[in-house]
């Protein structure tokens, strides 16, 4: 029997950027929890600038961490098996990003179904809701928490209607981005792809404006458990969508480089393969936090 060909496989050296992005997640995760705290006690302090340090060094990680990559690839460092290590290490990602949003997605359900019934009343904890919150009402949303706390409920139609017929219409246009690329219209491939970015960045700047509204109408993180899972779902699925458009960029100006070839495109594929995840969630987010 023959034997196969041997196929070299590249190993990077050492690099800066895991430690470099550990930290930067560490001051973003500082800052964004000072910086919640400091709001909602009108106080002055460390968070926001925390914050905005750990923002900057994550967008130094990625813009060199980015630069290497494609430095290797377009070296030809790569192989047939690395490629296939690839696939496997994003597939695996988007399984970790599923079991991600898999607990905020639960921890809505167990608040609707367990929660807030049992609260109450329902089952056999009758004696809670007389000796706790005698007066509360098992209703979803939860408007009007057992402390006391009121809010309004975020209607579906409107802003997040508009947010999730984009997403959708970007989910087709990257398609044919792709599809595009794969039959080497270089044109086309960059008209669609831009086209995707344009909607990804209008969607960020319509939840923005929905963020403004929800605080007008009195709907913000102090308001229970509506409030917090409201905007824990949807703030983490924007800052994937702002994550994923930041790849598309990478991936724009890569295709205007004369990068990629119609075999030769994972970086590419990847992409899209994130890009179709964060509307999948949205549309799963759409229906249990809006609609239902």
Known sequence: MAEEEYQKYYVPAQSIWPIVGAVALFLIALGAGNFIIESTRDKDGYGAYTLIAGLGLLLVMIVGWF?????????????????????????????????????????????????????????????????????????????????????????WFGLPLANTIILLISSVTLHYAHTSLETDKRNSVKICLGLTILLGVIFLGLQGYEYIHAYDIGLTLDSGVYGNTFFLLTGFHGLHVTLGTVILMVLFFRVVWGHFTPKEHFAFQAGAWYWHFVDVVWVMLFFFVYIL
């Open 67 to 155: 630069k290497n990559q494609i430095d290797e690839s377009m070296s030809g460092l790569y192989s047939a098996q690395l490629g296939r290590s690839y696939r496997q290490g994003m597939a695996w990602f988007i399984f970790s990003e599923v079991m991600f949003f898999a607990a905020f997605f639960g921890a809505l359900f167990y608040a609707r179904t367990i929660s807030v019934p049992w609260l109450g009343g329902a089952s056999n904890n009758a004696m809670t809701n007389e000796v706790l919150w005698p007066t509360f009402e098992a209703v979803w949303p939860l408007l009007t928490t057992p402390g006391g706390d009121t809010s309004t409920q975020m209607g």
